[in-house]
């Protein structure tokens, strides 16, 4: 079945970039997305890659995909305090999100 | 203001207590689904419904009931909670088409004693 890993946690300093890493095994994801949750709140979508692109940059986030070696990763650059929450990458092989696998998220901690 | 709202976000009960958690969107929303948030195991998939009437399993049906009878709202049913249903659920939902993204409630936090 599908199964999508990430590594727990990481910690950067203020201003500096943050890299999360994502791995897949389904080959026919056709979606690839990276929620963020903060506390006490549902996630939130940040944003997406359709498979057959390389990357996505959106201000400062820019998602990188490596279809061949089903890897996924996100990279924050600047880091501030606000973006301290839990990023979880998800894949879908269909149109719908609501079909998606997600990872166990990504707890990020932002030190000033 | 678009959202998904769930109720009550904090829920403590006794075992074999049938309780139902509330899940309402006001975005004409077709696709609606439940999730629960374990420690070290991520978001697994309880139940999702594609339209009204509508209504699969996902990856851990196991002690939950869902209904759709209209298209805002997908109550979860847990007829007889046990101990093990004790979790963190959450509510979302999106349109059914092309790269549509979930919205998350602010989800429910369950104790079973």
């Known amino acids: 079945g599908e199964d999508v890993e990430q590594s727990l946690f990481l910690s950067v300093r203020e201003g500096d970039s943050s890299v999360i890493n994502c791995t897949y095994t389904d080959s026919s994801s056709t979606y690839l997305y990276w929620y963020k949750q903060e506390p006490g709140a549902g996630l939130q979508l940040l944003t997406y890659?359709?498979?057959?692109?390389d990357m996505k940059q959106d201000q400062r986030l820019t998602v990188l995909l490596n279809k061949k070696d089903k890897h996924l990763s996100l990279r924050i650059a600047d880091t501030q305090t606000g973006d301290s929450a839990i990023y979880f990458c998800a894949e879908s092989r269909f149109a719908n999100a609501g079909k998606s696998t997600f990872g166990d998220g990504t707890t990020l901690t932002v030190k000033p | 203001e678009a959202q998904v709202t769930q109720n009550p976000r904090y829920l403590i009960t006794v075992t074999g207590k049938k309780l139902t958690v509330t899940c309402s969107q006001n975005?004409?929303?077709?696709?609606m689904s439940w999730y629960r948030q374990d420690p070290g195991l991520g978001l697994r998939q309880i139940y999702y419904s594609m339209n009204v009437e509508v209504t699969d399993k996902g990856d851990v049906p196991e002690g939950y009931k869902v209904s759709r009878k209209e298209k805002r709202n997908f109550p979860l049913i847990l007829e007889s909670p046990s101990p093990n249903q004790t979790s963190l659920y959450f509510c979302?939902?999106?349109?059914?088409?092309?790269?549509?993204?979930?919205?998350f409630g602010n989800g429910t936090r369950l104790t079973v004693t």
């Open positions: 890659i359709f498979s057959n692109m």
């Open positions: 975005m004409n929303h077709e696709y």
């Open positions: 979302a939902s999106s349109l059914f088409r092309n790269n549509s993204p979930l919205h």
